[in-house]
């Protein structure tokens, strides 16, 4: 079965120093991986998805995220935090043929001034 | 904005009733899918559809139903409503085909429903 593991529950960084938000999965098949972000009283919005080509994916607002199979870890990081940045992130995993989602239980970044 | 829309925004309702939430998916996408947010469960999956039909069920419950409408608009029924049914419910879309596999999904801004 597909589950994703979020390894903090809160992150917290200074303005302008890099963020890292860590990921762990697990998939009995070759996994198609997104990061959502969730800021307040709003929708999920994608930042990035892996799905097989490039192991290094970039998204959107300067988000990247790796892909290391031998690890079964697809981290997400950006090189200097905003105070936008502050929201709610989850790691996602493809569940099942039809593509339906398995969300990680959520990583809360906190951006100090 | 993502082109999902999902109605009404808020809703208050008692135990016992029953509920319908609205999903309409973005232009050209086939696929629906019904996701719940809750504190203690956090993001679930519960039910997707394409072109109508009924494609993956997830974690729902038989008091909660979902259809999809010939113009692709979803609908997901909760009945006999119970306090722990208070959640975030969201509809996501994605353009989706006949044999599956995995595309983007966008999603909508949530319809949040409180149990009294």
């Known amino acids: 079965a597909q589950s994703v593991t979020q390894l903090d529950s809160h992150v917290s960084v200074s303005e302008g120093t890099p963020v890292l938000l860590r990921c762990n999965y697990s998939s009995s098949y070759s996994p198609s991986l997104f990061w959502y972000v969730q800021h307040p009283n709003k929708g999920l919005q994608l930042l990035l998805k892996y799905t097989s080509a490039a192991t290094l994916v970039k998204g959107i607002n300067g988000f990247e995220a790796e892909f290391k199979k031998s690890e079964t870890s697809f981290h997400l990081t950006k090189p200097s935090a905003h105070m936008s940045d502050a929201a709610e992130y989850f790691c996602?995993?493809?569940?099942?043929?039809?593509?339906?989602?398995?969300f990680g239980k959520g990583t809360k970044l906190s951006v100090k001034p | 904005d993502s082109g999902v829309t999902q109605t009404p925004k808020h809703l208050i309702t008692a135990t016992g009733q029953r509920v319908t939430l609205r999903c309409s998916p973005r232009?050209?996408?086939?696929?629906v899918y019904w996701y719940q947010q809750s504190l203690d469960q956090g993001l679930q999956f519960l039910i997707q559809?394409?072109?109508?039909?009924?494609?993956a069920k997830g974690n729902i419950l038989e008091r909660f139903s979902a259809q999809q409408f010939p113009d692709l608009h979803s609908e997901l029924n909760l009945s006999s409503l119970e306090l722990g049914d208070s959640a975030l419910y969201f509809c996501?879309?994605?353009?989706?085909?006949?044999?599956?596999?995995?595309?983007?999904?966008?999603f909508g801004p949530g319809t949040r429903l409180t149990v009294t």
């Open positions: 996501a879309s994605s353009v989706g085909s006949r044999a599956g596999g995995t595309y983007e999904q966008y």
């Open positions: 559809y394409y072109n109508g039909e009924e494609r």
């Open positions: 232009s050209g996408d086939l696929s």
């Open positions: 996602v995993v493809t569940g099942g043929s039809q593509g339906n989602l398995i």
